[in-house]
């Protein structure tokens, strides 16, 4: 899901959302619901077919604009089975795991291309963290993003690797202790 405020843009949510709803349209999305009312708009658009169901492809986009001009917020999430995640962990057990993280590269893939557009749309002088979707004002703040994602990355590959080579080191040790004849049950 991408989330961002946006706070003293000379833009109407309105158009915003009018902009979103065409994007989502333009890719052969079919609105499927809509609830616009008092600075907030709502939609949930869908694309299905018996390829989308078979490939894993995105079929499902929601998108929410609330505010004002000046003040407002925008969320878009793109989803390959909806909100419903069991079907794709069933299945990613079922295949390895390799179609899951298939489907979810695309669905991250397409939300990042929209969310793009539809931030430069309000504001084309933001960088936007590829990451994560979060915004930026300059180039430095969002390298130093991104050194901190690779900091806390490296870092969680380093204590992964240790819980690892601890599970080994008592694993070894247990194997010997069983094998010594120290383990098991007593007759």
């Known amino acids: 899901m991408r989330k961002s405020g946006f706070v003293e ?11 979103i709803k065409q994007l989502l349209q333009s890719e052969g999305f079919k ?3 809509e609830d616009t ?3 907030y708009w709502d939609l949930h658009a869908r694309k299905s077919n018996i390829e989308r169901l078979v490939t894993g492809t995105v079929r499902d986009v929601d998108a929410v604009v609330a ?11 793109a989803g390959i089975w909806g909100r419903d ?3 794709p962990a069933i299945e990613g057990v079922a295949t390895l795991g390799l179609a899951t993280a298939a489907d979810l ?3 991250h893939e397409f939300e ?3 969310w793009e557009q539809i931030v430069h749309r309000i504001d084309a002088s933001l960088k936007i963290c590829q990451l994560d979707g979060m915004l930026f004002k300059t180039q430095d703040e969002l390298t130093k993003h991104v050194n901190l994602h690779e900091q806390q ?8 690797m240790n819980s690892m080579l601890m599970m080994g080191m008592m694993g070894g040790m247990g194997m010997g202790m069983y094998g010594l004849g120290m383990g098991g049950f007593w007759i």
């Open 112 to 114: 990042e291309r929209i």
């Open 37 to 39: 009312r008092n600075n």
């Open 67 to 77: 505010g004002t001009r000046g003040k407002f917020e925008v969320q878009l999430h």
């Open 85 to 87: 995640l069991a079907i």
């Open 153 to 160: 990355h490296q870092a969680a590959q380093s204590s992964m």
């Open 9 to 19: 843009k000379d833009v109407e949510p309105a158009d915003v959302y009018q902009h």
């Open 105 to 107: 590269h695309s669905g």
């Open 31 to 33: 609105i499927g619901s």
